[in-house]
């Protein structure tokens, strides 16, 4: 079992940044695969990004990509979403996820594959 509390999120103008962080308790964190989702009002839950076990994988959803920086710190059990230029399209609540004995060449992108989620964490982006 892990738990993961997330912090950070908030109201923040177009094309302001905003970095969320997600921190874990339990099982040896290394072990664990994760990645970040978001819900946006009315719609369903996608992905934004993933990481591996050692943090020299990512992937990014392309709507994200280039703005959108995951990042991991396995000492401090913990893994990062910052978050530039931000859009009102990227208005939604975000939620960190982690799966158990992830692969260490790969990090899902798929959303039924995780297995822990954090609380979720509001992101607004006004214009």
């Known amino acids: 079992q892990v738990q993961l509390v997330q912090s950070g999120g908030g109201l923040v103008q177009v094309g302001g940044s905003l970095r969320l962080s997600c921190a874990a308790s339990?099982?040896?964190?290394?072990?664990?695969?994760l990645g970040w989702f978001r819900q946006a009002p009315g719609k369903e839950r996608e992905f934004v990004g993933a990481?591996?076990?050692?943090?020299?994988?990512?992937y990014y959803a392309d709507t994200v990509k280039g703005r959108f920086t995951m990042s991991r710190d396995n000492a401090k059990n913990s893994v990062y979403l910052q978050m530039n230029s931000l859009k009102p399209g990227d208005t939604a609540v975000y939620y960190c996820?982690?799966?158990?004995?992830?692969?260490?060449?790969?990090?899902?992108?798929?959303?039924?594959?995780?297995?822990?989620w954090g609380q979720g964490t509001q992101v607004t982006v006004s214009s």
């Open positions: 996820a982690a799966v158990w004995k992830a692969s260490l060449i790969s990090a899902s992108t798929r959303e039924a594959d995780y297995d822990y």
């Open positions: 339990g099982r040896t964190f290394s072990w664990y695969g």
């Open positions: 990481i591996s076990r050692s943090g020299d994988l990512t």
